[in-house]
């Protein structure tokens, strides 16, 4: 008996696929298929976009026979299936919808191509055709090998940052995935910000992404992984962020971290990182090859993205419940050379460096604390528990990942070059470090403060 398992590379769309029906007067229809989409073992969902003969003869008699080709082996197989639904939305419409988009563009029929409802069906027996067929190619890749190796790396993790290096190395070690980025979701679960990439020219730390923007910003909206396999306008996530951002009537773009992206990406897997079924972060990976990534590439990393979740999970109460107190403050070292002019707009938290963007929001509000007690109290030495109890930062929600703010503000630090940056020196306690006079200006209701 063949398994709709077995056959699953025949639903890639690389060879397009065909569905016959009857008409209720025995008039039969035969129609090329957009896409044979995956479900379950017993499933599958085909692309409705249009109300044509075959629409109006599945209406009248739910069965139906369908027909995929093996792009790599040749080899013909014919399903026996029986329509049972149509979602007009959720996680299985806005995958079918993401995956028809790139299908379109490759096909020159972006604009033509419109979904209208995913019509899931039972698979009810699947024959193979007679013919010759190819032998099979090698694997590219034991993807359970690379998955366990992988999942060995995080297990080592002792933290957050440890964890997401172990993440990106064990993508480019084992699954052979050049460039990738972690994103995590904010405290107000509305907006996700990039903690981590791998493979970029810019690293893109802090970069913000709307939930629905971009096959990033639908994969963390629906819960669910979104993959494309040729290069569609529509879900280029840079895009779909200034075309948020000029629609919201925000300000200038200066104040935005633009997200890493390669510029000829044909390959995108956006799988959601969760915990305890709440969503954490986006694992994001892409590639300038079409079709990088097949069903088996999306199930190991939704197997991995799982496992970084319930890590990230554990981590954070770990962290939290070991924290040590911040070490006793001993004589700074002496800064020198030119003031650095940090200006501080209250509104957003945004803060600049000598009249450069560095960072905003949540991380803003914690570098703008700790500059004011470094300046007035003369401190350096802080730590995680008491930033979380500061009202100056404002948190929006204890579940915020206070250690992930500090490591995009670490990294934006470290990449500006800047004479300031954060370095640990305890489980969840850390030092300021400054090589120059601070002048920290506000605009707002904060006020501004002397040189230091």
Known sequence: MITLDAIRECLEGVVPGNIATCAPDGTPNVAYLSQVQYVDVNHVALSYQFFNTTRRNILASPYARV?????????????????????????????????LAGVASHTGMSGVFRLLGADVYRVLDIEQVPGETLPPPPPRRNLLAALRAC???????????????????????????????????????????????????????????????????????????????????????????????????????????????????????????????????VLYVESAEDLRFGYDDEDALVALAGQV?????????????????????SARAGADGEPLRLRHYAENDSVFVDGDYLIKGVAGAILWTLLRDYVEQGRSQFSNRELRLDPRIRLPDLSDNLEARLILLARRLEERAAPLRIEKTGRGRFRLCVSRPLVLESTGARGGLPPA
């Open 309 to 329: 979740g319930v890590g990230i999970r554990l981590l954070q109460q770990g962290q939290e419940s070991a924290e040590e107190s911040p070490l006793a403050e």
């Open 151 to 281: 999942a060995g790396q995080l297990c080592g993790a002792a933290d957050l940052d440890g964890l997401l290096a172990a993440l990106l190395d064990g993508l480019q070690r084992q699954f052979g995935i050049e460039h990738a980025m972690v994103l995590m979701l904010d405290g107000a679960g509305e907006r996700l910000y990039t903690v981590a990439s791998r493979g970029y020219e810019n690293s893109g730390i802090g970069a913000e992404i709307a939930l629905g923007d971009g096959v990033i910003g639908v994969a963390a909206r629906e819960r669910t992984p979104i993959r494309i396999g040729h290069f569609t306008a529509d879900y280029t996530y840079g895009r779909a962020i200034r075309s948020s951002l000029e629609g919201s009537g925000a300000g200038p773009l200066e104040t935005e971290i633009p997200l890493p992206g390669l510029p000829d990406s044909c390959s995108q897997l956006a799988v959601p990182i969760l915990a305890c079924g709440a969503l954490i972060g």
């Open 67 to 99: 027909s995929v080709i093996d792009p790599r082996t040749a080899a013909h197989y014919r399903m026996t299936v029986q329509y049972l639904r149509t979602e007009e939305s959720g996680a299985l419409f806005e995958n079918m919808k993401a995956r």
